[in-house]
């Protein structure tokens, strides 16, 4: 597998996507899986805040699903849900914006949905995938991996139940998580800071079955879990979430 950075110019609010897209993308080949960083999305739906009408904990709580408050906040960040992801800040971005809070882009399945009919269409491809990602902590973790918010064009998950493990014995719970993968390796690619590459082409990804359709919301339903049923339900049931 190989992940391979694009660098375009410093997006700006309200630009076209198809645009930048269609300006930066001058080839794509069957199998291949786009990712899109979630920040310049949000941009071009105009999802920006300026830092002086508004504070950072309003704009969280507004934002956000459920957010968890606490005396203890070292970094000023939150913890929130936001579209059943437990994410820091409910996705708002600050880093790149110049001054602005940048939100959590909406519609993703959708603007997935429209990325991969028109990518697929203007290239002549059967095989292709589209994610939209974002950077993502792990507790207990330093540093940020990534995650990927919005997808089309292949399954999401790759599954090892009841199959053999290498002394035969049926393996019970174990998924790959293909999407947060394929998003942390195009997160490393595009980086953090100035690299100016919110896109990246992942070639020859393993474990990909492709479709010609959007995901179903059964299969959009099959990539996340119910508070109370996740390995970490002890400690996210025993929190105190204030809800919008």
Request: aromatic share 8%; proline share 5%.
């Amino acid at each position: 597998m190989q992940t391979s950075p694009i660098k375009t110019h410093k997006v700006t609010l309200r630009e076209s996507l198809e645009n930048i897209l269609d300006k930066y993308l001058t080839n794509l080949n069957d199998g291949d899986i786009l990712a899109i960083t979630s920040k310049i999305v949000s941009l071009c739906q105009g999802r920006v805040v300026e830092k002086s009408s508004i504070s950072k904990r309003e704009l969280i709580a507004r934002e956000a699903d459920s957010i968890l408050y606490t005396d203890h906040n070292p970094y000023d960040l939150y913890l929130t849900i936001k579209d059943n992801i437990l994410i820091p800040s409910a996705g708002i971005d600050e880093s790149n914006s110049n001054g602005a809070y940048i939100l959590y882009p909406q519609n993703l399945q959708a603007v997935a949905h429209t990325v991969w009919k028109h990518l697929a269409a203007k290239f002549s491809i059967e095989n292709l995938g589209v994610i939209i990602t974002d950077s993502h902590t792990t507790p207990m973790r330093w540093g940020v991996t990534g995650i990927t918010l919005g997808w089309c064009g292949f399954e999401p998950l790759y599954s090892y139940i009841n199959r053999p493990d290498i002394f035969g014995q049926p393996m019970r719970v174990t998924k790959i998580n293909l999407l947060d993968a394929l998003a942390t390796s195009a997160t490393l690619v595009m980086g953090e800071g100035d690299e100016q590459t919110p896109l990246a082409i992942i070639h020859n990804a393993p474990k990909i079955t492709f479709v010609s359709r959007a995901p179903s919301a059964e299969e959009e339903k099959s990539v996340t879990i119910p508070m109370e049923e996740d390995l970490y339900a002890p400690l996210l049931m025993a929190a105190e979430w204030f809800k919008n």
